[in-house]
C-alpha cells in the first residue's frame, strides 16, 4: 500500500475552520455574549489545573503570545489580567470568533491569522508564549516549538500542551471503542513524556506536568457516557495521585529560553 501524503498546512487550516467551536457547550448563538461566557465556562471546568498552573495575573504588563488561540478563551484570561496580548491562529473563522470575544469584554488585543510554523513577528519579541493544544495538530510541530522559542525573550516561559499517548484516556477511548475528540483532524499526533521533551531540546530548562484527569462529560451521552460519568469519574480520581499522575492525559510543558 502507498503511504498516505502528508497533510498541508491549507488541509489543517480548512479543517479548524469549520471546527473552531463546539456547538454542543452552548444553546447561544456562537459569536455572541453568552455563547464565549459558556465556552469560558466549559474550558475551565475540563481544564480546570490550568487556573492552578498558569499565573495569569503575574503577565501583568508583559508581552503575551497566545498561539492557536481558538475563540480567545485563553487570551482574553490574559488580557483580563493585564497582559498586552498578541493571538494567532491559522484559521480564520478563529480568528473573527477571537476578535469578537475581545470586543464583547472591552478588552484589547492584536488578533490575527498566521501559521504558528512560520510566525510572522522578530526574534525575542514576547515574554511569554502560551501554545495549548496545537502541537499536536500542526504539520510539523518541530517547526512550531522552535518559531515560538524563537520570538521568545531570553529568560522568557513558553508553555506547550499535547496529548500523552501512555494515558488513561487513550486507553479507555479504545477500550470503550469512542473515538477521541478530533481524531478526524488530519493531524493528530500523541506523545510520550520522552518524546515531548525531545522536542523541547532547545530550550535551557523544561518540565513537563502531566494533567487532565477525568471529569464528568458533557458531550458523551448513552450507556457509555452514563458508566464513565457514574463509575470510571469516581473511582480514577480516588485513586492516589502519585499512582496515576503520569496517565494524565494532557502533557504541559514550561519552559524556559
Known amino acids: 500500500m502507498t503511504p498516505a501524503a502528508p497533510a498541508s498546512n491549507d488541509a489543517v487550516r480548512q479543517y479548524w475552520n469549520t471546527r473552531i467551536h463546539d456547538l454542543e457547550i452552548s444553546q447561544h448563538a456562537p459569536g455572541t455574549p453568552g455563547f464565549f461566557a459558556d465556552l469560558d465556562e466549559y474550558h475551565f471546568d475540563k481544564l480546570h489545573h490550568l487556573l492552578r498552573l498558569i499565573d495569569f495575573d503575574a503577565q501583568r504588563g508583559k508581552a503575551v503570545l497566545d498561539v492557536g488561540c481558538g475563540a480567545g478563551v485563553d487570551a482574553v484570561r490574559f488580557a483580563s489580567s493585564g497582559a498586552v496580548v498578541t493571538a494567532v491562529d491559522i484559521a480564520p473563522a478563529a480568528v473573527d470568533l477571537a476578535t469578537r470575544n475581545f470586543e464583547h469584554r472591552h478588552l484589547s488585543a492584536d488578533v490575527r491569522e498566521a501559521d504558528g510554523e512560520r510566525l510572522p513577528f522578530a526574534d525575542s519579541s514576547f515574554d511569554f508564549v502560551f501554545a495549548h493544544g496545537v502541537v499536536q495538530y ?120
Open 138 to 257: 500542526t504539520t510539523d510541530d518541530q517547526a512550531l516549538v522552535n518559531e515560538c522559542r524563537r520570538v521568545l525573550r531570553p529568560g522568557g516561559v513558553a508553555v506547550f500542551q499535547v496529548y500523552n499517548r501512555v494515558s488513561w484516556l487513550n486507553l479507555l477511548s479504545k477500550i470503550m471503542k469512542v473515538g477521541l475528540e478530533h481524531e478526524d483532524a488530519p493531524v493528530l499526533k500523541k506523545y510520550s513524556i520522552s518524546e515531548f521533551q525531545r522536542l523541547l531540546t532547545g530550550f535551557s530548562r523544561v518540565e513537563v506536568v502531566p494533567e487532565r484527569f477525568p471529569v464528568k462529560s458533557r458531550l458523551h451521552k448513552g450507556w457509555k457516557g452514563a458508566v464513565f460519568n457514574t463509575m470510571f469519574v469516581g473511582t480514577f480520581n480516588a485513586l492516589p495521585r502519585s499512582l496515576v499522575r503520569r496517565f494524565g492525559w494532557h502533557l504541559l510543558a514550561f519552559c524556559t529560553k
